[in-house]
């Protein structure tokens, strides 16, 4: 019943492509027809075009068994042709042209049709991803993800394109070379297939363990694409350690084990046809020693039997065909396991229906008794409350883990809240649209994201179009202009995967040009300079100077030399405040905070201080 449902929908979306599928299939009935006329034409080649001395001019092509009605090909050509040799040369030119232009517009139409759909399919597998919670990301590896919208969605292209159109010509094939059996000797037709339910409950078992092995065989996939995106992502740390021998040794173990399953997966795949071809040696024999009394009494002839065999011999081909169409859907189902379950997930709306548009962003921003846990039994924030006025800087310290981080992203609502709630100029942020929330709002985080594209584009991201006093306004302001001028292609230089052409500084710089280009009111700097150099920090802090003018920051920072002139400073400590004011009043309340600058700039002063003269 799963794997009916998993057709139906993947079917859904070859829907729109109906006519040429229907095109298609016609064309290939066609094709399975002429493969029949072949068949059937094989009588008239023993019994009259290599015998010129029988006196009948007509040739017969088949006999109805129950009605005796013969079928000549005379009645397909005209009547002024009357030479045997001259009408079976018009027809094997017939139909073998008429088969080939067939097969032609049948297997490409009915492989547009397929990988259309599947490129519709990965599309919409695609944006399902794309448009989940920040939570999927973390629970789902990188690797495994992009497999499975590669590799897993390629499995069911390759059986919806080449498969499928292999699978109609075969029905069709085998439907009209039975019809040739049936005419030629319905006993003979019948014996021969009584074996066949011994072929057909292997290949249905069979079919089972296949897709349990693709299964395991894509797991195996995702399992080498997550160690090899870890391995690059990560090869300086991996040089840096000395670990390749490691990470090939376990790449090579992955391997093995994907070898084994594919192995399983190919001793099911093969074990079909040696049954089939025992099968129809045993099926032959058999209607050998039927023919040979037959033709003996003159009950058939050597040209009825000879298009029998041949026709019972090709009935065999789309019998194994059909097989191994269906092992490959059952790949392509094993394949798509993940797939199916990825789209079964709920989206994060962009749009929701019955919430509001959220006004452009003026007053304040509240949060109200906030309380939130990844995991409901071990909360993270407890009880937060703070309020920010349009145009201050809100800077959010701790140690590690006190919830910093958790806690600006409950901003853009990157998360829900447990408890409380969070407030833009009254409105809660769970009452207001996704869209028009996350659009009054930019980030530059630790880790900059760029993309392998042009300067230009990853500082216009997601806004094509815009003049370039604009963007190069936005670049001066971040103090990334100069330096972008002195790349190979100035603006058009493309940057290569994650920036990593860059320095990290000129990064930081580029994601602010990014942010400043935005123009959102709210910014939220989640510790945008604690992994750069002292004078990269110090372009940096210049250029988020310029980003937060006129607009209201959330700053997370370790180095708390950054946010000396912050308007407000919130201490969190085990999810909760535990003090909040101006920089001079926490230092003179000698609290937590101050406890943290003194602990920061003590070792930053041991560090500095000069070793003492030794007298003498």
Sequence with gaps: ???????????????PYRMRLVTGIVSLAIVGLAEGLIALMITPIFDRVLNPSAPDTRLLLIRNPFTQQAVYLNSFLPRQIHSVGTMFAIAILVVFIGKGIAEFFGNTQVQYAGIAGVTDFRNHVYAKVIRQPIGFFQYHPTGRVISTVINDVE????????????????????????????????????????????????????????????????????????????????????????????????????????????????RACVATSPLMDLLGAVVIVLVLMYARVQIKHGAMTAGIFVTFVYALFKSYEPVKGLSAVYQQFEQAFGATNRVFEYLGLAEEPAEEPGVRVLPPFSQIV???????????????????????????????????????????????????????????????????????????????????????DTVWNNICYGRP?????????????????????????????????????????????????????????????????????????????????????????????????????????????DGSIAEVGTHQELLARGGTYARLYEMQFAGADEVAAPAPKVKG
């Excluded at 019943?1 to 829907?15: A, D, N, P, S, T």
């Excluded at 006993?187 to 079919?207: A, D, N, Q």
């Excluded at 694409?225 to 840096?240: D, F, L």
């Excluded at 963007?471 to 001028?485: N, R, S, W």
């Design 465 to 573: 179009g815009l003049p370039k006093q604009r963007v190069e306004a936005a670049a001066t302001a971040a103090l990334a202009h100069d330096f972008i001028l002195e790349l190979p292609q100035g603006y058009q230089t493309v940057l290569g995967e994650r920036g990593q052409r860059l320095s990290g500084g000129q990064r930081q710089r580029i994601a602010i040009a990014r942010a400043i280009l935005k123009n959102s009111p709210i910014l939220i700097l989640d510790e945008a300079t604690s992994e750069l150099d002292s004078e990269s920090e110090m372009l940096v802090q210049r250029a988020l100077s310029n980003l937060m003018m006129g607009r209201t920051a959330f700053v997370i920072a370790h180095r708390l030399s950054t946010i000396r002139r912050a308007d407000k400073i919130i201490v969190l400590e």
């Design 155 to 266: 499995r069911v292209r390759n059986t919806f394109s080449e498969y499928l159109s292999i699978g109609f010509r075969q029905i069709f094939t085998l439907f009209f070379l039975l019809v040739v059996l049936l005419g030629t000797s319905w006993k003979m037709t019948l014996g021969s297939f009584v074996l066949l339910p011994l072929v057909v409950w292997p290949v249905r078992t069979l079919g089972k363990r296949i897709r349990r092995s693709t299964e395991n065989i894509q797991s195996g996939i995702g399992m080498l694409s997550q160690i090899v995106a870890e391995t690059v992502s990560g090869n300086r740390v991996v040089k840096a350690f000395g670990m390749e021998t490691f990470e090939i040794e376990k790449f090579r173990e992955s391997s093995r084990r994907l070898l084994r399953e594919n192995m399983r997966w190919i």
């Design 366 to 452: 509240e949060f109200d008794r906030v309380s939130f846990g990844y995991d409901r039994e071990t909360p993270i924030l407890r009880g937060v409350s703070l309020k920010a006025r349009a145009g201050e800087v809100i800077a959010i310290v701790g140690s590690s883990g006190a919830g910093k981080t958790t806690l600006v992203n409950l901003l853009p609502r990157f998360y829900a809240v447990n408890s409380g709630a969070v407030r833009l100029d009254g409105m809660d942020v769970r009452d207001v649209t996704l869209r028009s929330l996350r659009e009054q709002m930019a980030i530059v985080t630790q880790e900059t994201i760029l993309f392998n």
């Design 1 to 15: 019943m799963k794997q009916r449902g998993e057709l139906g929908q993947l079917l859904q979306y070859i829907k």
